[in-house]
């Protein structure tokens, strides 16, 4: 190897982040928004405003309901859940799974009465945080994509860190007034080296919480395949009965419900009643997870025919599981208050910033010289960087805005809302193969600015105790909305400032002709700093 070291970091660090830094780009968005998914599913479904929060002390009629319902429609499951009314969501979600192969069933109920709530169809943050990491794909491909570009990713900060010689000093330097690529060097440098720690545990920790899904050999010749004997012996989960393939009713969940709530301080989250009406029907009680790092729920396990308490799950965990559970705590932040998640936000905001700042670097680097044509390949980079760093968010504002205008009652609603989702994506990524660079960038940010507006214009005009209307409502509201009102303000001042820039006087001066550019685009190493930038925007 001819090249040093540090250049083959360099090299590294450039081609690692340029294959994977479009997919990373969405994990990162969608991973950030996450952040704040209980608030986005909230604001989805506006019509949790208007039903009553249920007393802890009415839980338990409230799960006899829910048992009434899934006894009715949900006979044959093997596995009922049933999601308990929460502050953010206050109806109960049940999910039920019979067999492979066959769709599982999903419905909403009103606490209070027993009949299907009167709530639109949508996945709200949900949509968002599974993307995250399965990208809408089958679970087993997407997650599999996802942890290789994590991997990636790791590698591309790791080679980074190597090849960036003075990264404390430009931790204190922009230049926005110079040459487009150096200007987007120093962005680049700043949104790396400000959020590091930020980005090395966001990305080792997302590889670890699905260590035993991309590598599940050693649980498989541990356990000859017992996947659920893992986990209960690791403390996760009760530890599970098999069915005893002879009919008994189920005991009444109420008592169960009230003897839970006696025994734990936190709030219950959910039941989950596996083999219902079998002689081993189990009734599980799954907590809240308790305040800190560790992401663990408390768990009490009840016979489901003689209602008796089987087993407690109230952490106890070996070393090893509890590394687990707190990697996944950091991961998701649950810890975080309100500071502490905004911190968490703004350090993803500077994820994406990197990323999207490292692709351009690479197509910048690469800009023809004057009289060349752009050969294909940078012509395609270029066209996915906007598809990407303007496509997406766009797609993200229509989501937001095709949940408010579709009709209530459309049959798979939430489906077109994902459909809308990619149909925006798909389009924004299309576009700029026919227009020429600048001005596809300028368009699609602007386009991803008046999406924004649109977004709060409907929410104003169709939710009649906005706020903003009345003087009342819920907050979350007009939070929200000054949130689009921020970005469409910010996407705009970009589209302003990439329709109206010019090169600086010194670099025009130079002629049309820029020095050939050797050091690698999405590296953080400082070029030399007395070799002409190229003059194109």
Same mark, same amino acid.
């Given at each position: 190897?001819k +090249?040093s070291f540090?250049?083959?970091?360099?090299?590294?660090?450039t081609w690692?982040?340029l294959?994977?830094?479009?997919?990373?780009?969405?994990?990162?968005v969608?991973?950030t928004?996450s952040?704040?998914?209980?608030?986005?599913?909230?604001?989805?479904r506006?019509?949790?405003?208007?039903?009553?929060?249920?007393?802890?002390?009415?839980?338990g009629a409230t799960?006899?309901?829910?048992v %009434?319902h899934?006894?009715?429609?949900?006979a044959? %499951?093997?596995?009922?859940?049933i999601?308990l009314?929460?502050?953010?969501?206050p109806?109960?979600?049940?999910?039920w799974? $019979?067999?492979?192969?066959?769709?599982?069933?999903?419905?909403?109920?009103?606490?209070?009465?027993?009949a299907? =709530?009167?709530?639109?169809?949508?996945?709200?943050?949900?949509? *968002?945080?599974?993307?995250?990491?399965?990208l809408?794909?089958?679970p087993l491909?997407?997650r599999?994509?996802?942890?290789l570009c994590?991997?990636?990713?790791?590698?591309a900060?790791i080679?980074?860190?190597?090849?960036?010689k003075?990264?404390?000093?430009d931790?204190? /330097?922009f230049r926005?007034?110079? +040459?487009p690529?150096r200007?987007w060097?120093?962005?680049h440098?700043?949104?790396?080296v *400000?959020?590091?720690?930020?980005?090395?545990?966001?990305?080792?920790?997302?590889?670890?919480?699905?260590a /035993?899904?991309?590598?599940?050999?050693?649980?498989? =010749?541990?356990?000859?395949?017992?996947?659920q004997?893992?986990?209960?012996?690791a403390?996760?989960?009760?530890?599970?009965?098999p069915?005893?393939?002879?009919?008994?009713?189920l005991?009444?969940?109420?008592p169960m419900?009230e003897?839970?709530? @006696?025994?734990r301080?936190e709030?219950?989250?959910?039941?989950?009643?596996?083999?219902p009406?079998d002689a081993n @029907?189990?009734?599980?009680?799954?907590?809240?997870?308790?305040?800190?790092?560790?992401?663990?729920h408390?768990?009490?396990?009840?016979?489901?025919?003689?209602?008796?308490?089987?087993e407690?799950?109230d952490?106890?965990l070996k070393?090893?599981?509890? $590394?687990f559970?707190v990697?996944?705590?950091?991961?998701e932040?649950h810890f975080?208050? &309100?500071?502490?998640? &905004?911190?968490?936000?703004?350090?993803?905001?500077?994820?994406?910033a990197m990323?999207? $700042?490292?692709?351009?670097?690479w197509?910048?680097?690469?800009?023809p010289?004057?009289?060349?044509?752009?050969f294909?390949g940078?012509?395609l980079?270029q066209?996915?960087?906007?598809?990407s760093?303007?496509?997406?968010?766009a +797609?993200?504002?229509?989501?937001?805005l095709?949940n408010?205008?579709?009709?209530l009652? *459309?049959a798979g609603r939430e489906?077109?809302?994902?459909?809308?989702f990619f149909?925006?994506w798909?389009?924004?990524a299309?576009v700029? !193969? @026919?227009r020429p660079?600048?001005?596809a960038?300028?368009?699609?940010?602007?386009?991803v600015s008046?999406l924004c507006?649109?977004?709060?214009?409907a929410d104003?005009?169709?939710?009649?105790?906005h706020?903003?209307?009345?003087g009342?409502?819920?907050?979350?509201?007009?939070w929200?909305? %000054?949130?689009m009102?921020?970005? %469409?303000?910010?996407?705009?001042?970009?589209?302003?400032?990439m !329709?109206?820039?010019?090169a600086?006087?010194?670099?025009?001066?130079r002629? +049309?002709?820029p020095a050939?550019?050797?050091?690698?685009?999405?590296?953080?190493?400082?070029p030399?700093?007395?070799?002409?930038?190229?003059?194109?925007?």
């Amino acid at each position: 190897m001819k +090249a040093s070291f540090r250049q083959s970091m360099a090299w590294l660090h450039t081609w690692s982040g340029l294959i994977v830094g479009w997919v990373l780009f969405a994990i990162f968005v969608t991973g950030t928004a996450s952040y704040y998914r209980p608030d986005i599913s909230r604001w989805m479904r506006p019509e949790f405003t208007q039903v009553e929060p249920v007393d802890a002390a009415a839980l338990g009629a409230t799960a006899e309901r829910a048992v %009434a319902h899934l006894g009715q429609h949900a006979a044959k %499951a093997r596995t009922w859940f049933i999601g308990l009314p929460q502050a953010d969501k206050p109806v109960l979600d049940l999910f039920w799974r $019979t067999r492979p192969g066959e769709p599982p069933g999903h419905v909403l109920l009103d606490p209070r009465t027993g009949a299907e =709530a009167a709530v639109r169809d949508t996945q709200g943050g949900d949509f *968002l945080y599974r993307f995250h990491f399965e990208l809408h794909m089958p679970p087993l491909w997407g997650r599999w994509v996802v942890g290789l570009c994590a991997m990636i990713m790791l590698v591309a900060l790791i080679s980074g860190i190597v090849t960036h010689k003075r990264i404390f000093a430009d931790f204190f /330097t922009f230049r926005r007034d110079k +040459a487009p690529r150096r200007s987007w060097l120093d962005a680049h440098n700043v949104t790396g080296v *400000l959020a590091l720690p930020f980005h090395l545990m966001i990305t080792y920790t997302g590889i670890v919480t699905l260590a /035993t899904f991309y590598m599940p050999w050693g649980v498989t =010749a541990a356990y000859k395949g017992n996947a659920q004997a893992f986990f209960s012996e690791a403390s996760w989960i009760t530890t599970p009965r098999p069915p005893a393939n002879r009919p008994a009713a189920l005991a009444p969940v109420g008592p169960m419900v009230e003897r839970a709530l @006696a025994s734990r301080p936190e709030p219950l989250e959910r039941l989950m009643i596996v083999n219902p009406g079998d002689a081993n @029907a189990t009734v599980v009680a799954v907590f809240e997870e308790p305040h800190g790092l560790s992401h663990e729920h408390p768990q009490i396990a009840f016979d489901g025919v003689s209602g008796e308490i089987l087993e407690v799950r109230d952490g106890g965990l070996k070393p090893a599981a509890k $590394t687990f559970t707190v990697m996944t705590g950091l991961h998701e932040g649950h810890f975080a208050g &309100l500071l502490l998640r &905004l911190l968490f936000f703004l350090c993803g905001l500077m994820g994406c910033a990197m990323v999207a $700042t490292g692709v351009v670097l690479w197509s910048l680097a690469r800009l023809p010289k004057a009289g060349e044509r752009p050969f294909l390949g940078l012509r395609l980079v270029q066209a996915l960087n906007v598809g990407s760093i303007a496509g997406l968010p766009a +797609a993200v504002a229509v989501y937001f805005l095709a949940n408010r205008l579709l009709p209530l009652d *459309l049959a798979g609603r939430e489906q077109w809302e994902i459909r809308a989702f990619f149909g925006a994506w798909i389009v924004a990524a299309l576009v700029p !193969l @026919a227009r020429p660079q600048r001005r596809a960038w300028c368009e699609g940010l602007a386009a991803v600015s008046v999406l924004c507006l649109a977004v709060v214009a409907a929410d104003l005009l169709t939710i009649p105790d906005h706020p903003l209307r009345l003087g009342g409502g819920d907050p979350l509201f007009a939070w929200f909305d %000054a949130a689009m009102l921020l970005l %469409a303000a910010l996407f705009a001042l970009a589209a302003r400032k990439m !329709l109206r820039y010019e090169a600086p006087k010194r670099d025009r001066a130079r002629g +049309a002709k820029p020095a050939p550019v050797t050091a690698p685009a999405a590296s953080p190493a400082r070029p030399p700093a007395r070799r002409p930038e190229p003059t194109h925007a």
